[in-house]
Structure formats: C-alpha cells, structure tokens
C-alpha cells in the first residue's frame, strides 16, 4: 500500500484507528471453540464489523506462535480475509544481521516464499542499519521501526542520553531516517508518552507514527494527536483489547464495532479540529 | 538444560561448539529437492555428523519463517531430533510488552501450546524489563540476550554511550543481570569484537556467551577465548555457514563434520590451555 492510498483511506473513512488482532484463543467466545479454526472464525467476525471504521489491521504474530504450526496457519487465514484497503501490519518486532533480516523480508512480504504478503512489518533497531534495510528493498512495503514502546520497560533503555542529550528513541529516529523516506518508513510510538510526540515530531514531521497503547494501556487519545498529528494525519492509532474484548458473550463483533465507531467518532473530531477533513 | 549439565557436556566432549542451521533450501544440495522436507533432511544429516562434536544447536528462525507454514513444520521436526544432551536454541530474537513476551516464551518452551520445547531463546532489549522476565518464568530456560552483536549496524547504536562513558551494550549487561541469572540468561557477543570481550567479563564474569560470528563473518577463536573463556568456560561459539555448507555436494554431511572436528580441536586446545579439561 502506497503513502498516497493510506492517506486517502484516512480521508474517506474518517478515522485512522488501528485494530490489533493478538487473539488469544483462552479469551474468545466459548461458542468459536467448535469451529475448526476458531481463531481465524474470531478474527473474521472482528474484520467483517469493523473494517469500514478502521484503515488498519495489526495481528501480532506472538498470539499465532505460541500454537505452533496451527498458529501460523490461523494468521495465514487473517491475513487473506483483510481487505486491501487496509494496511495489514504484521507485529513481529523482526530484526537479525543483514542475510538474516532478508529471509524476515520474505517471510512477511514475498507470498510466493511464505505465503504472507503483509503490507508492514515492525522492526526492533538495537542491531541496526543492516537490520532495517532488507525490508525496504520491497516497492509499496512499510518498515514500522520500535523508536519509544509503550510498555514500562521502555524507561530501561529508549530513555538513556548521549553527550548531545539525545535519548535513544530520538537517535534512533535520526539514523533510520537516513535509511528510509517516510514512504517506507513508519515509527511506534507509545501513547502512553504523549509528552513525547513534540520531540518526536521534531525527528520525524512528514512520518507515519503507530501508536499502541491506546485503551487497555491507558494511553489518551487526544494528547496523542495534539502533539502528533501532521498535514496528513502521520498517525495510526492502535487498540487491541478494548476493542477485540469488549465483550466475552456471542455478541463479541457486535461490541467490537461499536467500541471501533466510538473510537472512529473521536478522530473524526480530531481530523476536523486539525483542518484534514472537512 | 541446566547450567551443570551444559558445563558437563562441555568438558566431555571438550568443545564448546554451537552448529547454526540457518538452512537455506536454495543453498542445500540438489538431490535433497526430491525429498518430502528437503530441509529437515538437511538438518537430520548435519545434526548426525556433527552431534558428538558440538554441545548446542542454534536454528534461526528466519530460515524457516521465510517458507511459511511448511517452514515451521520444518523447524517443529528439526527440534525432535536435536538430542537432548544438546543445548536446542532458537534465534529468534524476539521481544515486546510483558504480556506478548508471555506468548513468545509458549511458542518456544511450552510443547503443549506450540509443540516447540527449546532449551534457549536469543532475546532483542530494546524494549526492556518486562519484555525479559516473562522467559526467565520456565525452569531451566535460557534466555540469550542481544548485547554485542557481530554485524556491521552493532556500530549504530550499540556503542552509543551515556554520561558514564558506559556503552549501551554494557548497560544492557548490567541491567539485565538484575533481572535474571547466570543460570538463565546468557548475552550475545559478536566474535567479530574480540577487543571488547575484556569490557563485557567486567560486567558478566560467570555468564555463558553466545558468540556468533566465527567463520564466514571473519572472528576469531584464539582472541575469542583469550578474553572471553572463565573457570566454567562460559562461551559457546556458534559456526553456520563454514559448517553447513562446507560442501555443496553429497558429501555435504562428512564435510561438515570435517570442520566441525577442526573447531572442536581448536577448542579442546583452549580449553586445556585455560585449565578447564585435563
């Protein structure tokens, strides 16, 4: 998917939320349990209620691995029933020495390999540029890399200084971005630091950011945006378990919608405030 | 694995050799396309010529993720006849938020979740504490975590240094140490950086090492063992491609067990030099 038609989805849908699709088979419905695939039969009722409020779907791949081979088969089924209109995001977190982060490249982005033909794919930078740049050799691919995660471990190392003052994220974001143009490049970046979006804004004003934390991690949706927001909204905002677990009962995709539209409202109101729709 | 028994099996067969399957299908001898799993017959080859010689068996995920759920399949048989009396690690280098980290330590140590049971898992530390601690819950489980690594993109961000000239892989070191011991984490230092395994026994003096990056990246043993050996051994050097295909022909097999034996008298010397084995 090309910056251009991302944007355009943004535009058109209202909205720039993200749903993330980490499906734990422990915590669907009971009633799904009897179908052969019942986290592909969970995913599908979430994407059919959701996909006109969302521009966004981002499985992460832990929830599929942990069951082995099923697990990858199940995330093989998501993957083909998301519309492509959305960006389909594979949270992997992938990073290996250069031959190595090849072979990620064609595990998540070369369908005649792998079978996955994901539209982006998330990037851990500790091992650096030759680490980051197999993936962007793909026309039309994202490499969405962690610069400051939304989890308290982040205060470990994305926090620490240099001589400059510069905290790791922000170095983080001024190296890749030698590497990539923001046609290729996306950056994570929690919302549970809000106060941060300035600096990050200072680093990276034309990129896409991927916020998680938004919901369950308690991350504030309009702090987010007044500090985040660029010309072209240069945001997706995820949220996973306030939407995917809204409710246990049969009406699960029911209440994922509906908290998806009260999210979707919310950036409606956001893009109007910022002057990106009218 | 416990820490006494790979120390045991180190000194009984006097190496302390990590053979890499990062098995490639396109670099494999041909008469093996005609199998049903050209990779796990592969695999099953390599492992039966070398498995008195080396003490571990690293394969890297990518290998297998780049083939989809076929690749998986590959890797779940590959684990079964990785002998137990060996180290099975999976480089994988994974990581992200504590309750995600949960899922990644089932598909790599819980059978019953994913069918995959490794000893050991290379862990990325970027995101910090809680994206750690979630493996060091399984009993004799190693976590590896990237400290050094044997690239060129180490230089990005790993020498990056704070206000106490402190590198940031010596800061991952001396945090992550309180997170765990050295009976379940080990660090991953590049052979490629000889010069630095001085620094890194300042900080890890009892800690195992996983030392990629001998052979086909050009380390070196000798100035590997020089700074890097302690009274337990405390390294395990991992070779891939010197191995694996040290041939492309039918005597792929025998060729690496060839070099595998030449490493292994390598290591026998440093380990009789060091005083470890009589």
Known sequence: MTRK???DEIKQKRSFLCVGLDTDISKIPKFLLDYEDPVFEFNKRIVEATADLCVAYKPNTAFYECRGVKGWQSLQRTLKIIPKTCLSIADAKRGDIGNTSDM????????NDSGFDFDALTIAPYMGEDSITPFLKYENKWAIVL???????????????????MHLFEQVIRKVNNWGRPDNI??????????FF??????APDHFLLVPGVGAQGGNLQEVCTYGLNKDCGLLVNATRSIIYASEGED???KARAE???LQKEMQEELLKAGIIS
Do not use: C, W
Not at 104 to 111: C, E, I, L
Not at 198 to 203: A, G, M, N, Q, V
């Open 147 to 165: 610069a400051l995660t939304s989890n308290k471990g982040s205060l470990d190392f994305q926090f620490l200084t240099d001589h400059d003052e």
């Open 252 to 254: 699960f995709a029911e």
């Open 198 to 203: 300035k600096d990050i804004r200072k680093h």
């Open 5 to 7: 038609q991302l944007i």
């Open 186 to 195: 996306m950056y994570v970046v929690g919302a549970t630091r809000g106060e």
């Open 260 to 262: 998806s539209l009260s």
């Open 104 to 111: 990620y490249a064609k595990a998540f982005f070369s369908p």
